[in-house]
């Protein structure tokens, strides 16, 4: 059984979002709507771990 592949390096919240098929407008906006930030309701949506304003796939060690 092969292992995902995912990002060899941590992504900004727009590279992120463009990887997972998500519209960044629409993620500010509902964040906005929620009156959270936009990094918490990534990190919500996502799983993805935020560390020095970069996200990383939680089954993935910060290189």
């Known amino acids: 059984m092969t292992q ?3 990002p060899s390096r941590g ?3 727009r590279e992120l979002c463009e990887y997972l098929g ?3 407008r629409e993620v500010a906006q509902t964040a ?3 009156g959270i930030s ?3 309701y990534v990190q919500q949506q996502t799983g993805w771990l935020l560390r ?3 996200y990383y796939h ?3 060690e910060e290189s």
């Open 52 to 54: 020095n304003e970069l």
């Open 11 to 13: 992504l900004r919240q």
């Open 38 to 40: 936009t990094h918490a």
């Open 4 to 6: 995902p592949s995912y």
């Open 22 to 24: 998500m519209n960044y």
């Open 32 to 34: 906005r709507k929620l």
């Open 58 to 60: 939680p089954e993935k």
